[in-house]
Nanobody, 125 residues
Framework: QVQLVQSGGGVVQAGGSLRLSCAASGPTFSGYALGWFRQAPGKVRELVAGMTRSGGSTYHKDSVKGRFTISRDNAKNTGYLQMDSLEPEDTAVYFC??????????????????WGQGTQVTVSS
C-alpha cells in the first residue's frame, strides 16, 4: 500500500489561506484515489474532499465548496488541498488518505488503506 506524508497546515486568521500537501511513496500514486478528511475535537472524522485516480472527478463537502480545492500531480506523486477563505469552523486535524477504490472514501474511514500522519489547522477569529 502507498505511504503518505503530509506537510502544511498551521495557524491562520479567518479569511486566510493554507495549502496542505500529501506526498506518496511506494506503489504508483496514480493507482489510488485521494481523499482529505478532518476531525475536530469530539467529532467524527469527515470527508472534506475526494478525487479519483486520474483526477477526472472530484467531490467537495458542501460547507467547503468554493473555498477548498482538491488537486493532485501524479507525476510528482503528491496530492493537495488548497484552503481559502478559512473560517474558525474549519479548525481541525486534517488527514489525507488513499485507496484503490474511490467509493471507499464515502464509507467508513476505517476501511481506507493508507493515511497521512495528520496536521493541525487552526483558524482564529
Amino acid at each position: 500500500q502507498v505511504q503518505l506524508v503530509q506537510s502544511g497546515g498551521g495557524v491562520v486568521q479567518a479569511g486566510g489561506s493554507l495549502r496542505l500537501s500529501c506526498a506518496a511513496s511506494g506503489p504508483t500514486f496514480s493507482g489510488y484515489a485521494l481523499g482529505w478528511f478532518r476531525q475536530a475535537p469530539g467529532k467524527v472524522r469527515e470527508l472534506v474532499a475526494g478525487m479519483t485516480r486520474s483526477g477526472g472527478s472530484t467531490y467537495h463537502k458542501d460547507s467547503v465548496k468554493g473555498r477548498f480545492t482538491i488537486s493532485r500531480d501524479n507525476a510528482k506523486n503528491t496530492g493537495y488541498l488548497q484552503m481559502d477563505s478559512l473560517e474558525p469552523e474549519d479548525t481541525a486535524v486534517y488527514f489525507c488518505a488513499a485507496d484503490a477504490n474511490y467509493g471507499t472514501m464515502f464509507g467508513d474511514p476505517r476501511f481506507l488503506t493508507s493515511w497521512g500522519q495528520g496536521t493541525q489547522v487552526t483558524v482564529s477569529s
